[in-house]
């Protein structure tokens, strides 16, 4: 299957990794940094690295290759959905870095588009295919929990100067947003999507306490109703001294105790069920072995997506839930800016409606 690759900045090493580990064939690589590609490579070679042809844009890339299969977009978040809309609409099937848009719009457009158009559209939640993530699903999915009562998402992460200078769209709102919508909304997305996605209500509260030369936030805090009934809260910051100390999520249900923890939702910290087996043994105290925090899960995702492509069916992690992450942390924004709890589903509201909080 025929690859390209659209921004090669630091995630890219593990976009690099998971075309390789899945056989693509990797046509074209982009950037409108051109020596971004060089230090990409430098740090993470492809296979047949000299037969990829490089762009600046990415426009030219699809007229000279219109047989690029998949496109996976790496690109600052301003640009996905601009990016996404067009590679739909020319039949190529996306792999779109998180978040997915930086507005309600032009999420909406691309779960759209993407059903309209009949390709196959993924968001990189990859952290949905985390070994400690799938065995919590599974039980989830088998009414292992019982009722739900409530959950919580931790993620207590430090991002220093010296990361955001790296470069000028960090902590912008019109191209990141704060700790919510980069740093967080993995972890976001877990606590809705295991909780039963059906929300009803967020309130939240964010500030900026020890990041005044970004736009954004740098902690958020919110508090979640879920429609089956159950509430959770959410806390997220990179402030925490000296370095990241982890990412959590505490399921209680009626009948199981789950807490997922590692740095970033990788390990079994706690696995506690009323029905316990054998089986049990293997998930207490498991570890998954991770290089960095961003994890394994891209390897995984791509594969998924790879097979949605050839038997036609949706990815496990779609375009709706890019969507559905987004619009929680949106939502959280909204909250901020009202002072009110927000009901969803949130029609329209974008990042860039924040500007001005701090
Ligand atoms: N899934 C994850 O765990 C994860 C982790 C880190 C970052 N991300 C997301 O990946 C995206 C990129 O983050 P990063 O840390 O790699 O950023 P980065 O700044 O290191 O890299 C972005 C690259 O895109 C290039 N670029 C900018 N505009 C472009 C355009 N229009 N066309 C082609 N190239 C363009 C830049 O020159 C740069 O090389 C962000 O949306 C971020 O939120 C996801």
Known sequence: MKYALIGCGRIAVNHVKA????????????????????ILFGKQMPKDADKIARYTDYKVMLEEHPEIELAAIATPSGDHAEIAKYLINHGVNVIIEKPMSMNMKDADEIVRLAEEKGVVVSACHQNRFNIA??????ALDEGRFGTLSHGS???????????????????????????????????????????????????????????????????????????????????????VYPKNLEETLYLFGEKGTVKIGGTSTNNIDV????DETEADQQNKGFKEQTSNVYGNGHTSLYADVIDA?????QPYVDARAGRNGLEMVLAIYKSMKTGQPVKLPLEDFASTDMKGTF
Not at 20 to 31: I, Q, Y
Not at 133 to 138: C, G, L, P, R, Y
Not at 181 to 205: A, F, S
């Open 271 to 274: 696995w506690d069920f009323s």
């Open 19 to 38: 075309c390789d580990n899945n056989g693509l064939e990797f046509v074209a690589a982009c950037d409108t940094v051109p020596e971004n590609i060089d």
């Open 153 to 239: 998402i931790h993620v207590r992460w430090n991002r220093n100067k010296g990361y955001y200078d790296q470069a000028p769209w960090r902590g912008t709102w019109a191209d990141d947003g704060g700790c919510l919508m980069n740093q967080c909304i993995h972890g976001i997305d877990l606590l809705r999507w295991l909780m039963g996605g059906e929300v009803d209500t967020v309130y939240g509260v964010t500030r900026q306490q020890f990041h005044d030369y970004l736009e954004a936030e740098d902690v958020g805090m919110a508090v979640v109703t879920f429609k089956n009934g159950a509430v959770a809260t959410i806390e997220g910051t990179t402030n």
């Open 309 to 313: 492509i050839k038997n036609h069916r």
């Open 133 to 138: 993530v799938q065995q919590t699903k599974k």
